[in-house]
């Protein structure tokens, strides 16, 4: 039973890292899905981080494997409630090849595991060791003068 177990981790693990890094866009292009929404979670390993100022949050999440508990676990609370994310306009971004020294890697310097967030203005306002939940990343985001300006922004006709 512990093999078997072992085994469908191991192939969600995979799958997880495929899909995360199968496809990458920019705010220009909009890779989307089927219901017309943007791309959530997109590689970083060519992201040019510069290409979404005043776009879009960054939320990078990186590991030295895709295998990584912690980047499997943060994945799925990201994928658990994605909606939460769209909202703040949110793209998310992972990284799993330290070889590879994507823009986002030199520019964070992760060790192992790291979740960061950079702010529309390009600003790194967290990052943690630990996986996070969409709640907490949502809430620290809310905080932000910008996030508070939007919502205001939103709520005048």
Partial sequence: ???????????????????????????ETG?????NT????????D?????FLWVNRLIVVFADTPRD?????QMELIEAQPD???VRDVVVFTDTDPAAQSALRQ???PRGFMMAMIGKDGTVYFRKPLPWSVREISAN?????????????????
């Fill in 38 to 45: 943007p791309q959530l979670v997109r590689s970083g390993l």
């Fill in 1 to 27: 039973m512990t093999h078997r177990l072992a085994l469908v981790l191991i192939a969600f693990l995979s799958a997880t890292g495929v899909a995360a890094q199968a496809t990458e866009a920019t705010p």
């Fill in 31 to 35: 890779t989307e899905n089927a219901e």
């Fill in 47 to 51: 992201a040019d981080p510069e290409a």
């Fill in 107 to 109: 520019k964070l310097r």
């Fill in 141 to 157: 985001i809310d905080k932000n003068p910008l996030r508070q300006q939007e919502i205001r922004d939103r709520r005048q006709p």
């Fill in 69 to 73: 508990p912690r980047f499997a676990q």
């Fill in 84 to 86: 939460d994310l769209r």
